[in-house]
């Protein structure tokens, strides 16, 4: 089946950085895009940006730009973000989610589809 | 950029309920607008795209309407697993990205 499974959980240093990876399973990894969407605790869900895993394209969320990067190594389906300069405010649930269009009557609407299980980063001197 | 709110933030309601959650753009959106379901502790899952279209896998007590600033989700009939917090989301064409709705959380009465 199709499916995204995450790293394990981080506890970071502020200041420091953290490196989330997403391997895919179940269907063409250089297929469709990965997005990465954050969740604080008790928060609302937050989009960080995508990747093209053919093209190694990105786009990042203004708030994020200069401090993340993502990037993928498609020889083992893996999609990876990195977040540095970490703070408190950083402390979240990291989710990685395949990106791709589906029909409906002539046009085509992107989704999120398949979710990775998530991957809690904790922020903490 | 586009924003998009939802009502209520909060419900209660109980199992056999018709529940219906609105999520507003601050602009026409034509019909991109998809929901997803989050359970707690638990990754979103998509239930609704393109405004009405069932996600495969979904039960058709799940409806989504609407199109340009306005839309809805329904529940025909609440059950004990649609406890949850429902999230719509729109994409912006340029430059591209997501932006979520705050989050509709529907509790047991």
């Known amino acids: 089946q199709v499916q995204l499974v995450q790293s394990g959980a981080e506890v970071k240093k502020p200041g420091a950085s953290v490196k989330v990876s997403c391997k895919a399973s179940g269907y063409t990894f250089s297929s469709d895009d990965i997005n990465w969407v954050r969740q604080a605790t008790g928060q609302g869900l937050e989009w960080m940006g995508w990747m093209n895993p053919n093209s190694g394209n990105t786009g990042y969320a203004q708030k994020f730009q200069g401090r993340v990067t993502m990037t993928r190594n498609t020889s083992i389906s893996t999609a990876y973000m990195e977040l540095s300069s970490l703070r408190s405010a950083d402390t979240a649930v990291y989710y990685c989610?395949?990106?791709?269009?589906?029909?409906?009557?002539?046009?085509?609407?992107?989704?999120?589809?398949?979710w990775g299980q998530g991957t809690t980063v904790t922020v903490s001197s | 950029d586009i924003q998009l709110t939802q009502s209520p933030s909060f419900l209660s309601a109980s199992v056999g309920d018709r529940v219906t959650i609105t999520c507003r753009a601050s602009q026409g959106i034509s019909t991109y607008l998809n929901w997803y379901q989050q359970k707690p502790g638990k990754a979103p899952e998509l239930l609704i795209y393109g405004a009405s279209a069932l996600q495969s896998g979904v039960p058709s007590r799940f409806s989504g309407s609407g199109s340009g600033t306005e839309f809805t989700l329904t529940i025909s009939s609440l059950q004990p697993e649609d406890f949850a917090t429902y999230y719509c989301?729109?994409?912006?064409?340029?430059?591209?990205?997501?932006?979520f709705g705050p989050g509709t959380k529907v509790d047991i009465k």
């Open positions: 989610a395949r990106g791709t269009l589906l029909p409906k009557g002539p046009y085509n609407h992107y989704v999120l589809d398949v």
């Open positions: 989301q729109q994409l912006n064409s340029y430059p591209r990205g997501f932006t």
